[in-house]
């Protein structure tokens, strides 16, 4: 079956960079637009395809990840939400749901908040949401560097070399840490969650160091419409640790009637 590869897709202009963007499957399908995380790229999604069959799926590269540029404005959670609306526009999509890990399900979660875009459904994946857990996690955080990152995860930093038009790692990686340490409101949708009047699927690995469960339940309770998957013996990429879990429980979600 067909993945996301890099090679297919199309660059659409927003706000100074030029973001990537790949779609699969029928024409006529209901829409999905995966969001990967800090770091990543779409190709991490690659793996739940064959769960996603029926989908009209839309990949996007997040402003300096992969295949799209890093512009030259701040990178925030606000300005990556606003390049996904204008991606989607700029696509014809004006209804979807969505799919979002780490980063990208916080990416999601502003996006049911604004409310520009019709969405039927959303899936987040080890997201935070309010700034005040960077009182747990900014010691964490703070500390990734361009060159901790390429001694950690040596395989995510020559895909970005092998993707990326114009790399420059270190300028990448102070970027992305910036906006996740940003308190203002163009960082985490903090209590603006509870406008999302789509249903949301809260899924959390047991053993995720980055999203305590308290602020996972917190979450749940926060949303108007929401269920909440704590998986075990799973950590940050929950869906990657334990997809015989996750699968299924996303395939009934995205296939449950309101």
Do not use: C
């Not at 706000?15 to 963007?21: E, H, L, M, Q, S």
């Not at 990448?172 to 789509?198: C, K, N, Y």
């Not at 690995?205 to 308290?214: C, K």
């Amino acid at each position: 079956m067909p993945v996301f590869d890099h090679q297919g897709g199309r660059h659409i202009d927003v706000a100074g960079a030029r973001i990537y963007t790949q779609t699969l499957g029928p024409e006529d399908a209901p829409v999905l637009v995966l969001l990967h995380g800090g770091f990543g790229t779409i190709e991490g999604f690659n793996g739940l395809l064959p769960a996603l069959d029926g989908w009209r799926l839309v990949g996007i590269d997040s402003r300096g990840h992969g295949a799209s540029t890093l512009g030259g404005e701040p990178w925030t959670y606000q300005r990556v939400q606003e390049d996904v609306e204008q991606v989607l526009a700029a696509l014809g999509v004006r209804r979807a749901s969505l799919l979002g890990f780490s980063d990208g399900g916080i990416v999601a979660l502003r996006l049911g908040a604004a409310g520009r875009l019709a969405i039927d459904r959303i899936a987040v994946i080890g997201a935070t949401w309010h700034r005040d857990i960077l009182q747990t996690t900014r010691p964490i955080l703070a500390g990734v560097t361009a060159e901790s990152w390429r001694r950690k995860f040596p395989d995510t930093y020559a895909d970005y070399q092998r993707l990326n038009p114009e790399p420059d790692f270190d300028r990448f990686a102070r970027a992305v840490v910036g906006g996740w340490l940003d308190e203002t409101p163009s960082g985490h949708p903090d209590e603006s969650v509870r406008r999302i009047q789509a249903p949301v699927l809260v899924v959390r690995g047991d053993t995720d160091h980055l999203v305590p469960l308290e602020s996972t339940v917190a979450l749940r309770q926060a949303l108007p419409r929401a269920h909440l998957l704590n998986i075990p013996f799973a950590g940050h990429v929950a869906y990657e640790d334990a997809p015989e879990i996750f699968v299924p429980a996303l395939r009934r979600f995205l296939k449950e009637a309101d």
